[in-house]
């Protein structure tokens, strides 16, 4: 059963802090893994898709990586701003579904 | 409509009462699957289509739960006999693909039963 786990559960740092969000997943067989963002009351925003053949995928100040064969993704983020400040999920798909994990909580001080 | 839309937003339900959570996917989106997401905790699958036909329900937690999609685009996940327990936000996503697109999800219905 796939499993995954994200690490840590909550994360605060300064302003224009470089940071970086800890993805695990127990199943190596997937076919894409995807980085969301989650905004108090709101639903999912897609942030990066990566596919199975890939490493990385880039958007902005956000870079995520994926080692399939370890089982482990991280999502950079470069030069924080307090606006990124959310609960970032991670999720793996190997049927279609998604398998998430818990969550980081995320807060930049200004 | 640009994104997946739900509605309501917001539901308060009584014990024991029926509820019916709508959700519109992106047009043109093969797939269509619905979440549940308790305080706190990563979205978890309830039930998943492609088109009209209903392909896993391996998450519905109990026969209360009933999910359909019957023209292949706007799907209701209906509960009956509403329980606390059900309180919890409910997700909807669509992706254009059956497997290896990206997922876009609406913005939920947070239901509460009192």
């Known amino acids: 059963k796939q499993e995954v786990t994200q690490i840590p559960a909550a994360l605060s740092v300064p302003e224009g802090e470089n940071l970086v969000l800890n993805c695990s997943f127990t199943?190596?067989?997937?076919?894409?893994l995807q980085w969301f963002r989650q905004d108090p009351g709101k639903g999912l925003t897609s942030l990066l898709l990566?596919?199975?053949?890939?490493r990385e995928q880039t958007s902005g100040r956000l870079n995520a990586s994926l080692d399939k064969s370890s089982g482990r993704s991280t999502l950079y983020i470069a030069a924080s701003q307090p606006g990124d400040s959310a609960t970032y999920l991670c999720?793996?798909?190997?049927?279609?579904?998604?398998?998430f994990g818990q969550g980081t909580t995320l807060q930049v001080k200004p | 409509g640009a994104g997946v839309s739900q509605s309501p937003r917001y539901k308060v339900a009584k014990r024991g009462q029926d509820v019916a959570l709508r959700c519109d996917p992106i047009s043109g989106h093969v797939s269509l699957f619905w979440y549940q997401q308790a305080l706190g905790q990563g979205p978890e699958f309830l039930t998943y289509?492609?088109?009209?036909?209903?392909?896993?329900k391996s998450g519905l937690p109990s026969d209360r739960f009933f999910a359909e999609r019957p023209e292949g685009s706007v799907s209701t996940l209906k509960i009956q006999r509403t329980q606390q327990e059900d309180s919890a936000v409910y997700l909807c996503?669509?992706?254009?693909?059956?497997?290896?697109?990206?997922?876009?999800f609406g913005q939920g219905t947070r239901l509460t039963v009192v």
């Open positions: 999720a793996v798909s190997n049927t279609g579904k998604l398998i």
């Open positions: 289509f492609q088109n009209e036909a209903q392909l896993d």
């Open positions: 199943d190596s067989a997937i076919y894409n």
């Open positions: 990566i596919q199975s053949s890939q």
């Open positions: 996503a669509s992706s254009l693909q059956p497997q290896g697109t990206e997922a876009f």
